[in-house]
């Protein structure tokens, strides 16, 4: 029960410091910002989009991928686990991997972890993301791919006519991933490739990110990613644009996340995209309610959202609810994560 009061009062707080900082610092101005939204994994969409602090799992390919590296650890039993373990007569079910694992910091298990998340936005708007992680040479290899696709959009000469309303906007983007830990600190890196669509009109290119997760303290961490810190769009013809290469403004974001043994995680996020005056803002909690089933709840730019994670087996089952800040409708998000 006091816990649950506890997980209130936080969610309450949030919602008053930060509901007047609204700063409606849309994703416009530079070219690839669709990339941008947070569509992929509910339970980062849920906690105010801060998963550049707060990813843990394969979803950190998108928010963070320094963030792989915590999939290194997720094989771990602690002392305190090993121990409860034995005082409850479930010998059997201490391996002799996790023996090993706990004695020897350099045994490294063999993992995978995949992810999918999905989420309908509002105005006919989708999103996807699907990708994997394992261990690599020391590190996490990770891949994936996000997509965004919108119907229905109005094409109007330049007189203002309509001439068509059947038109359709994907955008797409690839990702290879690679994060490292080296000691406190764990470093990522992304390479990506870009695919944008509007009608008959196309564009490639090619972009890369940069993060690092930092424990300030063993409750305090710190996030930091570049997003978009070089990248840029070519179109498929001369005749689409005047330039052959459109750069993109790169998006800068650090976030602080407050970890308790009570089950209670809390994140503050600040961004900026270099294209735009002003900065965003975003907050989330987490909160285990049991060894199944976690809470969570947020604020981005003083629009809330909520959502709960599911975790049955090896597997995580996610959803979000949050409010859309270009129409003020609603937009839900699905996810699943499989960890073997």
Do not use: H
Not at 183 to 201: C, H, P, Q, T
Not at 223 to 246: A, C, N, T
């Amino acid at each position: 029960m006091k816990r649950s009061r506890s997980f209130l009062v936080v969610i309450f707080l949030l919602t008053f410091c930060l509901r007047e900082v609204s700063v409606m610092a849309e994703n416009a101005g530079s070219r690839g910002s669709y990339s941008r939204a947070g569509w992929a994994g509910a339970r980062y969409t849920a906690a105010g989009m801060t998963g550049e602090v707060l990813s843990d799992d394969v979803f950190a390919i998108y928010w963070n991928p320094a963030g792989l590296s915590e999939l290194k650890t997720k094989k771990r039993l602690t002392e305190t686990e090993i121990r409860e373990k034995a005082s409850s007569g479930n010998v059997d079910e201490i391996t002799e991997e996790d023996l090993l694992n706990f004695s020897d910091n350099t045994y490294d298990p063999f993992f995978v972890d995949v992810g999918v998340s999905y989420t309908s936005l509002d105005i006919e708007r989708d999103a996807g993301f699907g990708g994997v992680a394992f261990n690599f040479y020391g590190g996490v290899l990770g891949a994936g791919c996000f997509l965004i696709t919108s119907g229905n959009i109005e094409t109007r000469d330049e007189n203002g006519t309509l001439i068509d309303n059947k038109e359709r906007y994907t955008g797409t983007v690839g990702y290879l991933s690679y994060a490292f830990p080296v000691n406190i600190i764990s470093f990522g890196l992304n390479v990506k490739s870009y695919y944008e669509a509007i009608g008959e009109y196309t564009y490639y290119g090619f972009g890369a990110d940069a993060g690092a997760i930092v424990y300030l303290l063993p409750f305090i961490r710190m996030g930091i990613m570049i997003r978009d810190g070089v990248g840029f769009l070519s179109p498929q013809k001369e005749e689409y644009s005047e330039e052959s290469y459109d750069f993109f403004k790169p998006e800068i974001k650090v976030a602080f996340a407050l970890l308790t043994d009570a089950g209670v995680r809390v994140a503050l996020s600040g961004s900026r995209k270099l294209e735009q005056d002003n900065f965003d803002y975003g907050a989330g909690v987490e909160f285990d309610l049991s060894k199944n089933l976690m809470l969570s709840a947020g604020l981005n730019d003083g629009y809330f959202s909520c959502g709960f994670t599911l975790k049955l087996f090896k597997m995580d089952i996610s959803y979000a609810l949050n409010f859309d800040k270009i129409d003020y409708g609603y937009n839900n998000t699905i996810s699943l994560t499989v960890f073997f």
